[in-house]
């Protein structure tokens, strides 16, 4: 299983990206799909998941400016990051657990900088 990542950039405060998450698998049944980060010196924090059901959780500092959904057509994983701050630079990772298997994709990095 590999999960893909995508979308990172550099972008100035106030705007947006979108990152996906491809999977070589299907994600219909997955249990979890996650989105991570972790920026320099810091620890790797979950910034939000969804569940099959469809259900989505974030941290209270996110909730707003973070959406994530999923295409399980397309095996893909979305997190749309909308007025991003400095503070939220880091390489973005997506996490799957499938059939009960976690996997992680290889990072994406996003810059917010003016």
């Known amino acids: 299983v590999q999960l893909q990542a995508s979308g990172g950039g550099l972008v100035q405060p106030g705007g947006s990206l979108r990152l996906s998450c491809a999977a070589s698998?299907?994600?219909?049944?997955?249990?979890?799909m996650g989105w991570y980060r972790q920026a320099p010196g810091k620890q790797r924090e979950l910034v939000a998941s969804?569940?099959?059901?469809?259900?989505?959780t974030y941290p209270d500092s996110l909730k707003g400016r973070f959406t994530i959904s999923r295409d399980n057509a397309k095996n893909t994983v979305y997190l749309q990051m909308n007025s991003l701050k400095p503070e939220d630079s880091a390489v973005y990772y997506c996490?799957?657990?499938?059939?009960?298997?976690?996997?992680w994709g290889q990072g994406t990095l996003v810059t917010v900088s003016s």
């Open positions: 996490n799957g657990v499938i059939m009960s298997i976690p996997y």
């Open positions: 698998v299907s994600i219909a049944t997955a249990m979890f």
């Open positions: 969804i569940a099959n059901s469809g259900r989505t």
